[in-house]
């Protein structure tokens, strides 16, 4: 028999979860999240989506380099 851990207990209750993340949060010292009003202010005032495909503009893919070190992990690594 194996033991798979769980995050909460079974018998948890929502707002234990809730509790949980926000003391997390917290003690992570991340920024507030905004209110409903600030989002829906945010999105009033974001351009509308362009519907039409012509106006579409391509976005080149971002170039990746493999350094020297990085293929010498990756053999080290792809060994086992």
């Known amino acids: 028999m194996t033991y798979q851990r769980r995050a909460y207990d079974d018998l948890s209750s929502t707002r234990e979860m ?4 926000t ?3 917290s003690a992570l010292h991340l920024p507030p999240l905004p209110s409903r009003a600030e989002l829906l ?16 503009h391509e976005t080149p893919k971002p170039q990746i380099t493999v350094t020297e070190a990085a293929r010498r ?8």
């Open 73 to 80: 992990l990756a053999v080290v690594f792809d060994r086992d």
């Open 41 to 56: 202010a945010e999105l009033a005032v974001r351009p509308a989506p362009r519907l039409r495909y012509d106006e579409h």
């Open 23 to 25: 003391a997390a949060g």
């Open 18 to 21: 809730y509790d949980d993340c």
